[in-house]
């Protein structure tokens, strides 16, 4: 997943994420580990600098289907830094 930071400066934040799931007729579930890559401009009440780093996180996320095209999914995103 890459994702452009909107804002004052423009970012670029990406993840990869690895994940082991169990799939039925109704839906989905999946756990796995990430990974996340960051560069943004971050701006404080005098200067503005740009930030970058790597960090390693979790997530875990479901799926269900329901009759028709009607759905939900849930996501849960850790990042440990």
């Known amino acids: 997943m890459l ?12 993840r990869t ?5 169990y799939t039925t007729k109704t839906g989905n579930v ?11 401009q971050v701006c ?12 390693p996180g979790g997530r875990a996320q479901s799926d269900w289907y329901f009759p028709g095209r009607l759905g939900a999914s849930t996501s849960v995103t850790r990042r440990l830094s």
Do not use: E, F
């Not at 452009?4 to 670029?12: I, R, S, T, W």
């Not at 404080?44 to 960090?55: K, L, P, T, Y």
């Open 30 to 40: 999946s756990i796995g580990p990430s990974l996340s890559i960051y560069m943004m």
């Open 17 to 21: 994420v690895v994940m082991l799931g």
């Open 44 to 55: 404080g009440a005098v200067i503005c600098d740009r930030v970058m780093g790597v960090a």
């Open 3 to 14: 994702s452009v930071v909107p804002g004052a400066g423009v970012g670029v934040y990406d």
